[in-house]
């Protein structure tokens, strides 16, 4: 899982009226605004962020 395989995550609802903790992880993610992408190395602790608040979320591997 952690060898340099990569996967793109979109922020595609926004984060408005969520918890606190949730913001925090988009943010942690690395993700600024709806419909943002980012490109991220495929670890346990991204995969528990992306777990987390992937209701708002769009993932897609690579």
Same mark, same amino acid.
């Given at each position: 899982?952690? *060898?340099? +395989?990569?996967?793109? !995550? $979109?922020?595609?609802?926004?984060?408005? +009226?969520?918890?606190? *903790? %949730? +913001? *925090? $992880? #988009?943010? =942690?993610?690395?993700?600024?605004?709806?419909? %943002?992408? #980012?490109?991220? #190395? *495929?670890?346990?602790?991204? +995969? =528990?962020?992306?777990?987390? #608040?992937?209701?708002?979320?769009? !993932? $897609?591997?690579?």
């Amino acid at each position: 899982m952690a *060898d340099g +395989r990569k996967i793109k !995550v $979109t922020l595609v609802k926004g984060i408005a +009226r969520t918890r606190r *903790d %949730h +913001r *925090d $992880t #988009v943010r =942690g993610l690395g993700l600024k605004w709806t419909n %943002h992408t #980012v490109e991220l #190395v *495929d670890t346990p602790s991204v +995969r =528990g962020m992306i777990d987390k #608040v992937g209701y708002l979320l769009k !993932v $897609t591997a690579e």
